[in-house]
């Protein structure tokens, strides 16, 4: 498998990852953002200590305002549902989405747009305990998208996941989990090549660690494996296109460490390295993409009232690469994130984060990724509300003239007729400019659809 940089690949499917990578209420909580390979992204060294809640199943054309993965807050919520069903000392929550699509542009290419209608359905099952101590959680979830004319774009992704954590006597705890799925490459990615149909690979992710607190001082430490094994591929014109050589396995550790001055700041230090090892080396281009990397950071957490807190940070990453040919990445890391509860009906979060993201773009080692962007909750009633979304995210290519601009927004309408059906409404407009130019593109998506909970 070949990949050229800039040559013209017809690829459907867009960025999804500036959309997911921070409205956790649609897309599931996605720790860090994704710019290069897209769906099965590489999360960089900090993300050792952060806990991975879900996976990327059901990225591309899923139903976008369907829990695919849970978020945030979503086990208290789940606590207080009248439709959760108690099951021994588990509460359960189903839930089955299906929606219409429309999209102007699948293939995201510069020129001559090909559109088409797609069904999606997505069922998902969650159960968390209702105990007094210790907590044990267990999900599965899948996508499945059906296309009205193009039947190649058609995709069933799903994914199983179980996550617990044990609480010591002396206030800390230990966490862990396995998350596993298969799931499907957008071919928006630079890394798709023009198959007959889409990239499919699978997902195995184990991780686990400690947290304590001592006083004023906090510590958070982890582990993390992560192994992805593609497929390869049918190629349009006959034959088959070799995917085995970007399997790899990625091995991540990492801390935070920080004190709480008072009850607004506590300041933090933070730490991570990972090993990216490729299972086939050298690659198809000739390349061994096998890297150490590290990422060292200060930061802050800040509670400025009841209704205003987040976390700013700033440091240094590098990426080093085992191959000669293929630049070391390194440079500022930096980010944060801010919560703003405006009133009891709006609620407002930014965010801005770069993260080193693997590709296999010939002649380039990674792509540095700069994103940022908000979104903004407004609750008419307690049936109705809308969600406005807006970012932007840069992808630079190390090692090739190339770089990826990515603009997103995004308006939702959700309607509860009950608390077991709501029905939805969304608009997503994507705006792409690359210094390869073949690889511009707009995109106009709609969704309508049902989302019932049991």
Same mark, same amino acid.
């Given at each position: 498998?070949?990949?050229?940089?800039?040559?013209?690949?017809?690829?459907? #499917?867009?960025?999804?990852?500036?959309?997911?990578?921070?409205?956790?209420?649609? @897309?599931?909580?996605?720790?860090?953002?994704?710019?290069?390979?897209?769906?099965?992204r590489v999360q960089d060294a900090a993300a050792a200590v952060q806990t991975p809640e879900n996976g990327n199943a059901g990225r591309?054309?899923?139903?976008? @305002?369907?829990?695919?993965?849970?978020?945030?807050?979503?086990?208290?919520?789940?606590?207080?549902?009248?439709?959760?069903?108690?099951?021994?000392?588990?509460?359960?929550?189903?839930?089955?989405?299906?929606?219409?699509?429309?999209?102007?542009?699948?293939?995201?290419?510069?020129?001559?747009?090909? $559109?088409?209608?797609?069904?999606?359905?997505? *069922?998902?099952?969650?159960?968390?305990?209702?105990?007094?101590?210790?907590?044990?959680?267990?999900?599965? $979830?899948?996508?499945?998208? &059906?296309?009205?004319?193009?039947?190649?774009?058609?995709?069933?992704?799903?994914?199983?996941?179980?996550?617990?954590?044990?609480?010591?006597?002396?206030?800390?705890?230990?966490?862990?989990?396995?998350?596993?799925?298969?799931?499907?490459?957008?071919?928006?990615? *630079?890394?798709?090549?023009?198959?007959?149909?889409?990239?499919?690979? &699978?997902?195995? #992710?184990?991780?686990?660690?400690?947290?304590?607190?001592?006083?004023?001082?906090?510590?958070?430490?982890?582990?993390?494996?992560?192994?992805?094994?593609?497929?390869?591929?049918?190629?349009?014109?006959?034959?088959?296109?070799?995917?085995?050589?970007?399997?790899?396995?990625?091995?991540?550790?990492?801390?935070?460490?920080g004190y709480r001055l008072n009850s607004v700041i506590t300041p933090f230090l933070q730490a991570g390295i990972d090993r990216r090892?490729?299972?086939?080396? *050298?690659?198809?281009?000739?390349?061994?993409?096998?890297?150490?990397?590290?990422?060292?950071?200060?930061?802050?957490?800040?509670?400025?009232?009841?209704?205003?807190?987040?976390?700013?940070?700033?440091?240094?990453? #590098?990426?080093?690469?085992?191959?000669?040919?293929?630049?070391?990445?390194?440079?500022?890391?930096?980010?944060?994130?801010?919560?703003?509860?405006?009133?009891?009906?709006? $609620?407002?979060?930014?965010?801005?984060?770069?993260?080193?993201?693997?590709?296999?773009?010939?002649?380039?080692?990674?792509?540095?990724?700069?994103?940022?962007?908000?979104?903004?909750?407004?609750?008419?009633?307690?049936?109705?509300?809308?969600?406005?979304?807006?970012?932007?995210?840069?992808?630079?290519?190390?090692?090739?003239?190339?770089?990826?601009?990515?603009?997103?927004?995004?308006?939702?309408?959700?309607?509860?007729?009950?608390?077991?059906?709501?029905?939805?409404?969304?608009?997503?407009?994507?705006?792409?400019?690359?210094?390869?130019?073949?690889?511009?593109?707009?995109?106009?998506?709609?969704?309508?659809?049902?989302?019932?909970?049991?």
């Open positions: 498998m070949v990949r050229v940089p800039g040559s013209l690949r017809i690829r459907p #499917r867009r960025g999804r990852w500036l959309l997911a990578l921070f409205f956790p209420s649609f @897309f599931g909580n996605l720790p860090i953002p994704a710019l290069a390979e897209e769906s099965p591309g054309v899923q139903l976008a @305002f369907h829990d695919a993965e849970v978020p945030e807050g979503h086990d208290a919520e789940l606590r207080a549902r009248k439709e959760a069903r108690r099951v021994g000392s588990f509460l359960v929550h189903l839930n089955f989405a299906v929606a219409e699509s429309y999209d102007d542009n699948i293939f995201a290419t510069r020129n001559n747009p090909a $559109s088409d209608f797609i069904t999606i359905v997505a *069922p998902r099952i969650h159960a968390v305990s209702d105990w007094g101590r210790h907590e044990l959680k267990f999900q599965g $979830s899948s996508h499945l998208a &059906y296309y009205k004319h193009h039947g190649g774009e058609d995709y069933q992704d799903f994914n199983l996941q179980t996550k617990g954590r044990y609480d010591l006597d002396g206030g800390g705890n230990l966490f862990g989990g396995v998350w596993f799925g298969r799931d499907h490459e957008d071919r928006e990615s *630079p890394d798709d090549v023009f198959g007959a149909e889409p990239i499919t690979y &699978y997902d195995l #992710r184990t991780f686990g660690g400690y947290s304590e607190s001592f006083g004023r001082f906090f510590l958070r430490a982890g582990g993390r494996f992560d192994k992805l094994d593609f497929n390869d591929v049918k190629a349009a014109g006959g034959g088959e296109i070799n995917e085995d050589d970007r399997d790899r396995t990625v091995v991540t550790g990492g801390a935070r460490a090892g490729y299972l086939h080396t *050298p690659d198809d281009n000739g390349f061994d993409r096998d890297s150490l990397g590290y990422r060292i950071i200060a930061g802050t957490e800040a509670a400025f009232a009841s209704n205003l807190h987040g976390e700013v940070f700033a440091g240094y990453l #590098r990426q080093d690469y085992d191959s000669r040919a293929l630049p070391d990445v390194e440079g500022p890391a930096f980010g944060g994130q801010l919560h703003w509860s405006a009133s009891p009906e709006t $609620s407002v979060r930014f965010f801005v984060d770069r993260t080193v993201d693997e590709t296999t773009i010939g002649g380039a080692s990674a792509a540095l990724n700069t994103s940022g962007g908000a979104r903004v909750r407004h609750d008419f009633s307690e049936r109705f509300y809308a969600v406005l979304r807006a970012a932007h995210g840069v992808r630079e290519f190390e090692g090739i003239d190339r770089d990826d601009r990515l603009t997103t927004t995004a308006a939702l309408l959700a309607y509860e007729f009950t608390e077991q059906l709501a029905l939805k409404a969304e608009y997503h407009f994507e705006h792409m400019r690359s210094s390869a130019g073949s690889q511009d593109f707009d995109v106009n998506h709609v969704f309508v659809g049902l989302e019932s909970y049991f």
